[in-house]
């Protein structure tokens, strides 16, 4: 997939890079679903207000699970206490924040079939958006192509040839996508 033209093997560099960030935002995506199990990052990106900055929580303290159901969350400074259980309230995972004044304990329900499909639709969701954002990053690498072409006299020939490399490049990143997505509805939905 080296091509001659310098300008190309950048596009395609950056086409590539582009697309590994989309796959890769949608599996930090999925982290955040609750499948049968839950897990720290459920909460790590939550945004506490620490003294007026916005912080992750996984910044302000350490995250355990101690066992499938109940995630422990032990601030490494108490007096954020209120502004984390706001925020973990406010996130609305599914579960009330429990605080006993060092700890603060989120007890989450056993998921019902109900709740299940509803998690199936909100990661299809979430790939879904993921492959548009793919499509997109597309469109704009082919875009590139049309210009970098009559700008610098690309044969016909050539460029329908970076075009199925583009082609190629998303069928590949959907496809690990589309993987993903199988095994974590396979995760939500065993019991």
Known sequence: ????????????????EKLGKAAGHVTNEF???RAGRVNAAMVERIMVDYFGTPTPMRQLANISCSDSRTIVISLWDTAILRETVRALT???????PIDDGRLIRMIFPLLTEERRKELVKQVRTI???G??????ER???????????????ISEDEKASIEKDIQKLLDNYVGSVDKLLAKKESEILEI
């Open 1 to 16: 997939m080296e091509y001659l033209n310098d300008r190309v093997n950048m596009m395609l560099l950056e086409f590539e």
């Open 31 to 33: 982290l955040m679903v």
């Open 90 to 96: 406010v996130a609305q995972l599914g579960a009330n």
């Open 127 to 129: 790939a879904e958006q």
């Open 131 to 136: 492959k548009v954002t793919m499509r997109n």
């Open 139 to 153: 469109r704009s690498a082919m875009d590139s192509l049309k210009k970098i072409s009559k700008d610098d006299n």
